[in-house]
């Protein structure tokens, strides 16, 4: 077979930036050097690349107490025309407190893992608006790392857990 000078690169998923949750994939370059360095190269144009990704979800837990949550889910197995990827390590995790009269959503934590444990607060808000009494349910969603950290895409969001009573 001629050698035609193509040249193929394989980058690896851990390689990759943060996906771009609005987006709801990579935003890449790429630079072509010549093998000799003495040429001049130039960097592409930013190109996005979607992954047509599986999301395999599993179980979850939510354990509680008087003043705390434990949260525990099954790793998020990525896939690609069924052929396994990688286990998603790092979550965004998103929480609703309220009492039934649908509290606002509020940030957790990135966990890089598989369980987080949180404070039930002493106060919620509902619409921007302190509540002044502590809530009995909480609502769990959580999603895959992503930049800007968002609770917009649904292509993210691998668990949602509850209401709960805590």
Do not use: C
């Not at 592409?44 to 395999?56: H, N, T």
């Amino acid at each position: 077979m001629a050698d035609n000078g193509i040249k193929k690169a394989r980058i690896t998923s851990s390689s990759l930036p943060d996906i771009i949750s609005g987006l709801e994939g990579y935003l890449v370059r790429y630079r072509v050097v010549s093998e000799d360095r003495n040429r001049l190269s130039h960097w592409s144009p930013i190109v996005l690349v979607q992954p047509e990704y599986d999301y395999i979800s599993g179980t979850t837990s939510l354990g509680k107490s008087a003043d705390h949550v434990n949260i525990i889910w099954d790793p998020v197995v990525i896939e690609k025309s069924e052929n396994y990827i990688r286990n998603a390590k790092d979550y965004d995790v998103w929480l609703k407190w309220d009492k039934g009269d649908n509290g606002d959503w509020v940030y957790g934590e990135r966990i890089s893992g598989n369980s987080g444990i949180f404070i039930i607060p002493a106060t919620y808000f509902v619409n921007g608006v302190d509540q002044e009494s502590k809530p009995n349910q909480l609502t769990v969603e959580i999603f895959l790392k992503g930049s800007p950290i968002s609770r917009a895409s649904e292509f993210l969001k691998v668990y949602t857990i509850g209401p709960e009573s805590v």
